[in-house]
């Protein structure tokens, strides 16, 4: 006899969604619109004027090879749980994390390069110009965190057997948040790069 637990993830919605499925859309689709918002107002606040520009560091176009490289993984580590290949869905996930923690050390040294070149979030010196580009880097940063405590949870489930071909609920939210962040980014790189 099935739970009624099960009944609901196998029933799932009238959207053909599962109802977590459906939470983390409702998440992506506020973040877009928080990241909407703030690279709207980088755009106004330019075209008024007292706007520093500046060369963005060399680093982050490593860290944009990074977070496309983790994503890679991840998919990998999907396919693997889809063919019932668990060991290697668990190392695809721990790559995963481990190329996502270098993304997140590489966001920080390149806030180090940003300060080395007189670009500041804030006092004195600080410009508006420097100040979005922290902010858009440290929300991204921080949501790519959130990123890899949902990877990590996946991992454990999988390192105990609970993410395979007929239980694939878990990491395919995962992969899907986390492609979805690494999409983010390369749209924040993008978009630094041609408004600088």
């Given at each position: ?50 706007w520093r520009e ?35 869905a668990n190392i ?105």
């Amino acid at each position: 006899m099935k739970t009624s637990e099960a009944m609901l993830g196998e029933k799932e919605l009238g959207l053909g969604w599962h109802p977590k499925r459906v939470l983390l859309i409702l998440l992506i689709f506020s973040i877009v619109m928080m990241f909407a918002a703030f690279t709207s107002g980088y755009i106004v606040r330019r075209d008024e004027g007292n706007w520093r520009e500046f060369d963005l560091p060399l680093s982050l176009l490593f860290n944009t090879i990074v977070i496309v490289l983790s994503s890679a993984t991840m998919q990998w580590a999907y396919f693997m749980a889809k063919r019932d290949e668990v060991k290697l869905a668990n190392i695809g996930l721990l790559l995963t994390m481990v190329l996502g923690i270098v993304f997140v050390f590489g966001q920080v040294h390149s806030w180090g390069d940003l300060v080395a070149g007189h670009t500041y979030f804030g006092g004195s010196d600080a410009n508006p110009s420097g100040s979005f580009v922290y902010v858009l880097m440290g929300v991204h940063a921080f949501h790519l965190i959130t990123g890899l405590i949902f990877v990590a949870v996946v991992l454990k489930r999988s390192l105990n057997y609970q993410v395979h071909s007929r239980a694939m609920l878990s990491i395919g939210n995962a992969t899907l948040y986390w492609h979805f962040l690494g999409g983010l980014w390369l749209y924040l790189y993008l978009f630094l790069l041609l408004n600088h």
